[in-house]
C-alpha cells in the first residue's frame, strides 16, 4: 500500500507541476477524471515495478498454452476467459481458484491459458498464482526461471517482486520452481491470508487466479478454498469419473461459491466449433 501512495503522490506531482488552471465550470468533473488518470498512473506504476519476463513460445506451444494470441486453438478458452469475467462482474468476485478432483485433469493448462488470454484485454488486471506446492508447474509451463518462489514470498523470505515475474504490461505470474515439504502447514498460517490481502490491496488486480492442487488427493486445497471467491473445477473427459466430479463439487461448494465445471481433453467436437461455427 506505501509504493501505491507513494506512486500517486509522485503522479499527482507530476499532473498539477505540468497543467495549466482550467476555468470553474466543470472543475469538480475534471478533478474526479484527474484523480481517476492518478490512480491509473500510481497503479501501472506499481505494475512496472514487477521485472518482465519473456516466456518462451516453443515452452507455452509443448505446454498447450494457445490463448496467448487470437487463433482457433485460443477460442475455447477465449470464451472461459469472458464467461468468467462476466460472472465475476455480476458477483463482485476477485479471487478465482482453478482445481479438479484428481491430477491430470489439465487444472494447470487451463489456468495458464487463462492467464495468457487475460494478457489480450489490457483493461483487465490479472495475476497467476501457483498454489500446487507438491508438484508445481506454472513457472515450467511458461518456460519461466524466477530467482525465488511464491512460498519463499509466504516465509517472508524475500518480497513480492523478488519471485514475482510480469508476463505482458497487465499480467502477473507467481511461480514455484521446486516442491514445498509441508504445504498444509504453510497454506494454514495466517500470514498466508495477510499476504494475499495485501497483494490485493497493494495491486488491485481484476482477476487473481490460483492454481490448486486437486481437492481429492490433498489436504491443503481446502484449506485455501476458504480464501477464494469462487472455483473452477477441471474435469477431464474419458478420464473424471461423474462420482468423483459430483465429492469434488461437494467438496468446493462446502468452502465457497464453484463457478462452474470445465469439460477439458473433449476430443470428439463438431468441425463447426469455433471461430468459423
Not at 6 to 28: M, N
Not at 207 to 231: H, T
Not at 250 to 275: D, F, M, P, Q, W
Request: hydrophobic fraction near 40%; glycine fraction near 6%.
Amino acid at each position: 500500500m506505501e509504493k501505491l501512495q507513494a506512486a500517486l503522490a509522485r503522479a499527482r506531482e507530476k499532473r498539477e507541476g505540468g497543467s495549466p488552471s482550467r476555468p470553474a465550470q466543470g472543475q469538480a468533473h475534471t478533478r474526479v477524471k484527474s484523480r481517476q488518470l492518478q490512480r491509473s498512473e500510481a497503479l501501472s506504476s506499481v505494475w512496472q515495478g514487477v521485472p518482465a519476463a519473456e516466456p518462451s513460445t516453443r515452452r507455452m506451444q509443448q505446454s498447450r498454452i494457445f490463448a496467448a494470441s487470437a487463433s482457433a486453438e485460443a477460442a475455447s478458452f477465449d470464451i472461459l476467459r469472458t464467461k468468467l469475467l462476466l460472472e465475476m462482474r455480476r458477483n463482485d468476485w476477485t479471487r478465482i481458484a482453478v482445481t479438479s478432483a484428481t491430477a491430470g485433469s489439465g487444472k494447470t493448462t487451463m489456468a495458464c491459458n487463462l492467464i495468457a488470454g487475460l494478457g489480450r484485454q489490457p483493461e483487465v488486471r490479472g495475476m497467476l498464482f501457483d498454489m500446487d506446492f507438491r508438484r508445481p508447474s506454472v513457472a515450467k509451463f511458461f518456460g519461466l526461471s524466477p530467482n525465488s518462489n511464491f512460498a519463499d514470498f509466504l516465509e517472508e523470505k524475500v518480497s513480492f517482486e523478488d519471485q514475482a515475474l510480469r508476463l505482458d504490461q497487465n499480467t502477473i505470474v507467481c511461480g514455484q520452481s521446486r516442491p514445498v515439504r509441508d504445504p498444509a502447514q504453510l497454506v494454514t498460517r495466517a500470514r498466508t491470508a495477510e499476504a494475499l490481502d495485501e497483494i490485493q490491496a497493494e495491486y488491485m488486480p481484476d482477476i487473481m487466479l490460483f492454481d490448486l492442487p486437486p481437492v481429492l488427493v490433498s489436504d491443503e486445497a481446502r484449506a485455501f478454498l476458504k480464501l477464494m471467491d469462487a472455483a473452477i473445477i477441471v474435469a477431464a473427459a474419458e478420464q473424471s469419473t461423474v462420482s468423483q466430479i459430483d465429492e469434488c463439487e461437494r467438496e468446493v461448494a462446502g468452502y465457497t461459491n464453484v463457478a462452474g465445471i470445465v469439460l477439458n481433453k473433449c476430443r470428439h467436437l463438431s468441425e463447426g466449433y469455433g471461430y468459423s461455427y
